[in-house]
């Protein structure tokens, strides 16, 4: 408790719990595999001019705890391994979502209707939703609550085993949930040490602390991360607390995800737009006064329900709450979104400006800094403070230092960009030519390190061309027949390389070359201006030879078969109309 002489909590001693039944070593194990962050991704991008909402689950994570039962940690549990055995705990869970349990999957395939799959797969730091994962590789764990939602969007799943725990029961036979009866006392007494020292004072502010931070606590050593040891110079594993529950961690994070996909997917249904998620929230154009009637897929009356139980709401209070609202924004990536009014969204993305953070002046340089920028992304300068590794390592002195830091301006491709075109927008009296695009989850894990791959090699992705070019040079690097491609960066030069090989190859006509000499031919490319060099007699040589067969798909290249026909006609136009008037 808090001790109001001190300003201190009081100390409790700490307990492990101590089982080394093989039972709950598989247990612990595979829900420390199903634990992952946040649920962060962009949706839609660029200019987005309508009206939103960037709405948060309130409490998100005191909210999430207070759903979850204590695990009876001296009697091992259940192992569902049989078709039928699963079959009949399946049915159970669809009863109750947070009947504690891990899932061990082979493989799974949403429908094509599915817009925000909800099974939670990590690949080089990045939390990934794919629409499938096929038989083979390593197999994928996942929590009860998450299996939940994934029957709840029509999943088809192909399940190796469910572990089930036995849930603790008090003397008197009731389900016990600690966190929500811990969160259930802090908020209260946050509540009056607010009344009675205000809302900003320390004694409220630590007990805000303990209820939004002790998930931290809880979830320490889950992933695997290193601090660095002065007195011993060196960097050592941070490992678990004396708090720290893999059971607990994986379900209080599971439980926003599946709110937010979910969430997401209902106004999907509904016919409106999410443009961004971000760990607790996410931005729709759904209008404010249909916000109550989201259901969740039946979530929402069970974190009403506990909220009523824990935080002493109303029964039928909303599990959200409006944080910002804006006409325009702009969306350029994952916690990358800048409304054009003061009270709007705005998340930096990494980047400093030389103003005053969150100002007006702040939030338009951001914006310049996106419309203007070139192909090198964005220059700022940050102060950053020198680290205790390199004073103990190096000799430094502790002091700030300006350095300069470089941006991509460009979609992260999280999901993968669909529909896309180029629109004008107005900015400060100024016209752009900027990207439209909305998204889809990608197929499967392999199709998402293809785009990433290609990503990383952009530092700015901007109009529907820049989206094009980096689609093609990924597409041709998933060619599972045939020879790939090298595609340049100046992708047009490899469209005209493989269209000249398509031609010579006799896989496509082009009229305009019948008959034409190897100069003339490079004449009428290069009276196109399509790529920056021009083409010369030598690679109309090269892609004669019988060996250099690799090339772009025929569909890659019809952007410049269409504008080589075009220019043609124009031509035979322009010497009959010549003809004609030397008639006359």
Not at 95 to 112: A, G, H
Not at 185 to 207: P, T, V
Request: net charge positive.
């Amino acid at each position: 408790d808090y001790n109001q002489d001190t300003n201190r909590f009081t100390p409790i001693e700490s307990y492990r719990i101590l089982n080394n039944d093989p039972w709950f070593a598989a247990f612990s194990f595979q829900m420390c595999e199903s634990y992952f962050g946040g649920n962060n991704q962009c949706i839609a991008g660029y200019w987005i001019d309508k009206k939103t909402i960037d709405i948060d689950l309130k409490s998100a994570y005191p909210t999430a705890e207070s759903c979850i039962f204590d695990i009876n940690w001296e009697k091992p549990g259940f192992t569902h391994e049989t078709e039928r055995a699963i079959e009949s705990f399946t049915n159970l869970l669809m009863m109750n979502p947070f009947i504690p349990c891990v899932v061990c999957l082979r493989s799974f395939k949403f429908p094509k209707n599915v817009k925000y799959p909800c099974i939670t797969q990590k690949v080089d730091g990045n939390i990934v939703y794919t629409r499938e994962k096929v038989d083979g590789g390593e197999y994928i764990y996942i929590n009860g609550i998450e299996y939940w939602a994934a029957l709840k969007l029509n999943c088809e799943m192909h399940v190796i085993s469910i572990l089930q725990a036995n849930i603790l029961l008090d003397d008197n036979k009731n389900m016990v949930k600690t966190l929500g009866l811990v969160n259930s006392h802090l908020i209260s007494k946050r509540k009056e040490l607010a009344e009675k020292f205000g809302k900003k004072s320390k004694q409220a502010l630590d007990y805000k602390l303990a209820a939004n931070g002790s998930y931290g606590k809880m979830a320490q050593g889950m992933n695997d991360s290193n601090s660095y040891n002065a007195l011993v110079d060196s960097m050592e594993s941070v490992g678990g607390g004396c708090i720290t529950n893999p059971y607990y961690a994986s379900y209080i994070t599971s439980v926003a995800r599946a709110i937010l996909n979910l969430t997401s997917q209902e106004i999907h249904e509904m016919g409106y737009k999410t443009y961004s998620n971000t760990t607790d929230g996410l931005i729709t154009d759904l209008p404010e006064e249909k916000l109550s009637s989201l259901k969740v897929y039946g979530l929402k009356r069970i974190l009403q329900e506990n909220r009523a139980l824990f935080f002493n709401e109303k029964p039928d209070s909303d599990i959200f709450e409006v944080k910002h609202r804006q006409d325009t924004f702009l969306n350029v990536a994952t916690r990358h979104n800048i409304a054009l009014n003061s009270e709007g969204v705005l998340a930096h993305g990494g980047i400093k400006t030389k103003y005053e953070k969150d100002s007006m002046q702040d939030r338009f340089e951001m914006i310049r800094a996106f419309l203007e920028c070139d192909s090198t992304g964005y220059d700022y300068k940050d102060s950053s403070s020198v680290s205790m590794r390199q004073i103990v390592m190096k000799g430094k002195k502790f002091h700030k230092e300006d350095l300069i830091k470089n941006h991509a301006m460009r979609y992260d491709f999280k999901r993968k960009p669909c529909n896309i075109s180029d629109e004008n927008i107005e900015f400060q009296g100024n016209v752009y030519t900027v990207a439209r695009f909305n998204t889809e989850p990608y197929k499967d894990i392999e199709e998402f390190l293809k785009y990433r791959a290609a990503a990383k090699t952009y530092k700015l992705v901007r109009t529907a061309s820049d989206f094009n070019d980096l689609i093609l040079k990924t597409e041709n690097n998933k060619r599972e027949k045939g020879k790939r491609v090298y595609v340049k960066k100046n992708v047009n030069e490899t469209k005209v390389t493989s269209l000249l090989r398509l031609y010579f190859q006799k896989i496509i006509d082009i009229q305009a070359f019948d008959n034409k000499t190897q100069s003339e031919i490079a004449g009428i490319l290069n009276n196109l201006n399509y790529c920056k060099r021009k083409i010369t007699i030598n690679d109309i040589k090269n892609a004669k030879r019988k060996t250099r067969t690799s090339t772009l798909r025929i569909e890659d290249v019809s952007d410049l078969i269409n504008l080589i026909n075009e220019s043609t006609v124009k031509t035979a136009l322009d010497v009959q109309a010549i003809n004609c008037d030397k008639s006359v």
